[in-house]
């Protein structure tokens, strides 16, 4: 069976505070995907990244980074000098290719506080 | 293109009343999910489609049901609505498996079943 933990419920942190939003997965698969998602105050979902099981460079796009590290199954999410506008829920998904069904976690709320 | 469309995007149901959900993607994507959102839970897939005229199961599918008669829309239906069904719910489309590309979600519908 397939899971994604976020354990981070709730994090707040001031204004320019760097915070890392952890995920967890669970699958047997060898091959599989990982995404994350936010979730704004109005409540839809926006696309953050994708990374299959293959690639475990990485990835830095502007002040968002994401550590995938298949040796412990996490794929954490980094906010460097956050802002206002970061307040979200963030979620983490997994998927095994098995007819495109995302495996959501429970998501982890995000204040950013000025 | 207005991507993935919902409708309604608010309804209050008393207990017993039904009603339809309807998805609307004009991005000429196979697959498409219903998704509900539950405080504290994430998403949950009810189910999906991986084209026209096909419906599968996803993780909570009981009370709901599901029709794509077009390949742009995916309805989804409440035959006996039960407080339990309150929820949000997200419709998604995606061109392929949510593996191989992400999946792209309408604003959501918020039910209330009283």
Known sequence: ?????????????????????????????TTYYLFWYKQPPSGELVFLIRRNSFDEQNEISGRYSWNFQKSTSSFNFTITASQVVDSAVYFCALSVNQG?????????ELSVKP | NAGVTQTPKFRVLK????????????????YMYWYRQDPGMGL?????????????????????????????NFLLGLESAAPSQTSVYFCASSPREAGSYEQYFGPGTRLTVT
Request: glycine share 10%; aromatic share 4%.
């Open chain 2, 15 to 30: 207990t017993g009343q039904s009603m339809t959900l309807l998805c609307a993607q004009d991005m000429n994507h196979e």
């Open chain 1, 100 to 108: 495109g069904k995302l495996i959501f976690g429970q998501g982890t």
């Open chain 2, 44 to 72: 949950r897939l009810i189910h999906y489609s991986v084209g026209e005229g096909t419906t599968a199961k996803g993780e909570v599918p009981d009370g709901y049901n599901v029709s794509r008669l077009k390949k742009q």
């Open chain 1, 1 to 29: 069976a397939q899971k994604v933990t976020q354990a981070q419920t709730e994090i707040s942190v001031v204004e320019k505070e760097d915070v890392t939003l952890d995920c967890v997965y669970e699958t047997r698969d």
